[in-house]
């Protein structure tokens, strides 16, 4: 298994530029099963979950040429199979958008119980319930659940709670069904606007993407199409973030700061200086951090993807801060690997930690749990004194693309072995 060794306390400086957002390209790619067309989409990150959908795609029979780096010409002419494997809906919890599509062009489909992953439980009954409001049959096995139906139907769909991907595979699987589909309390991400903006130039009549009220006609097909995929807000986010933690000068850039307001309000209070320019975000060193409380939110709030680096940060701040976890209940786990690096944070329950800083952190073996909690073990080991090794790299490489050349490049000490 790969790891990292990574020698902290280096003062880092330089620009980092951020890559295709991961939680839009797989999206954008899933919905390529909706049209016979060619779709070329570009700005693709190279990362192990956008390989784990192109090889799903390709098993379902969809053309796709992997042009050079991070453009694909997909076309999903003759789809010949319509299940998804237990390995890849496992490993990929994003995969169930390929239901949708696959249910409105080959009228059936199949999707294993997947069961959760580190970070919570990920039902899928908020799902379910779309897909029958939209007429589908479902039958349930030991093994999962196969789902036909003789036409999708426009409906109204309430969402009991906001849900991302469930938002992504009901506009998915409204776009090609007879009527109107009235959807209610749905997500708010940039992501999904930026899908639904590339689906309308395709022929989709979509609106109120970006709002909790989303309206769709039904149409009979969508065009081809070429997509350029949005910046990464997350990946933005964790390099201002460690940044921050570093006290040091990174400059961000090919960002759209308009996605971030929550974090550069919080940074703000934390006492961090940043120049936020109109495609770049800067790090000002020489400020005292510090400590605020957190709440994650679903957007425009503060994203759940951003909580275990802040709560990194908020270690190195003086004071004590509130995390509270809102939207999963397994994603504070990793503060016990900070303690360990001399942090002092109580896990009050699955959805609250206290952190009381400022700590001095000191390097130690440890073990990445997901991607979102493996950057923060970067960063974490990134401003400790000493060496660190972090294993299970494979989580982190399924979100950041080539990380650690690009954090070498700001003067971090990090090596892959
Ligand atoms: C998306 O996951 C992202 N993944 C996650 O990013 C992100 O953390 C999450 O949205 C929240 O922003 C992708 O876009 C591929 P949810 P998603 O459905 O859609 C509950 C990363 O690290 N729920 O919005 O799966 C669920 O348990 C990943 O890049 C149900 O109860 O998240 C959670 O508590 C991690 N029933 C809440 O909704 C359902 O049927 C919000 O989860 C579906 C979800």
Not at 240 to 249: C, D, K, V
Not at 267 to 279: C, F, S, T
Not at 342 to 363: E, Q, T, Y
Request: hydrophobic letters at 40%.
């Amino acid at each position: 298994m790969e790891k990292f060794i990574i020698h902290g306390g280096r003062k880092l400086s330089g620009d980092i530029k951020v890559n295709g957002a991961k939680n839009s390209a797989l999206k954008v790619l899933a919905a390529s099963l909706l049209t016979d067309q060619e779709w070329k989409i570009s700005n693709v990150p190279q990362i192990e979950d956008i390989f784990h959908l192109i090889e799903l795609l390709k098993s379902l029979g969809v053309e796709v040429e992997n042009g050079s780096k991070g453009i694909y010409q997909l076309k999903a002419k003759n789809i010949k199979a319509t299940s998804l494997k237990l390995n890849i809906a496992q490993k990929l919890k994003g995969s169930i958008l390929i239901i949708g599509p696959l249910l409105a062009r080959c009228g059936e489909t199949f999707f294993p119980q997947s069961g959760g992953c580190v970070i919570g439980q990920r039902p899928r009954d908020i799902f379910l319930s779309g897909f029958e409001a939209f007429g589908a049959k479902i039958k349930e096995s030991k093994q999962g659940y196969c789902l036909t139906t003789r036409g999708l139907k426009g409906t109204k769909f309430v969402f009991p709670l906001v849900s991302v991907t469930a938002t992504e595979t009901m506009i998915l699987t409204a776009i090609l069904a007879k009527g109107k589909t009235v959807l209610k309390n749905a997500a708010c991400e940039p992501e999904i606007v930026s899908l639904v903006d590339f689906l309308n130039k395709c022929g989709a009549k979509i609106k109120g993407a970006g709002t909790p009220f989303i309206e769709i006609e039904g149409v009979s097909f969508l065009k081809g199409g070429q997509h350029q995929v949005m910046p990464d807000r997350i990946e933005a986010g964790s390099f201002i973030i460690l940044g921050a933690a570093a006290n040091s000068p990174i400059k961000v850039t090919g960002l759209n700061p308009d996605h971030l307001d929550v974090l550069w309000f919080l940074l703000d209070k934390a006492g961090v200086d940043l120049e936020i320019g109109k495609d770049f975000v800067k790090v000002k060193p020489g400020f005292k951090l510090k400590a605020v409380n957190l709440k994650t939110h679903e957007y425009p709030g503060f994203p759940t993807d951003l909580q275990a680096p802040f709560t990194v940060l908020m270690t190195q701040a003086k004071g004590i801060s509130l995390i509270h976890e809102t939207i999963f209940e397994g994603r504070l786990f990793y503060t016990d690997s900070l303690n360990q690096m001399g942090a002092n944070i109580i896990l009050c329950d699955p959805h609250r930690a206290i952190v009381h800083g400022p700590s001095k952190l000191f390097g130690r073996r440890l073990i990445s749990p997901d991607i979102r909690a493996g950057i923060a073990l970067v960063i974490a080991a990134l401003i400790a004194k000493g060496e660190s090794v972090i294993e299970n790299v494979i989580q982190i490489d399924r979100g950041y693309e080539k990380i650690e050349d690009r954090l070498s490049k700001i003067g971090a000490g990090i090596k892959r072995i």
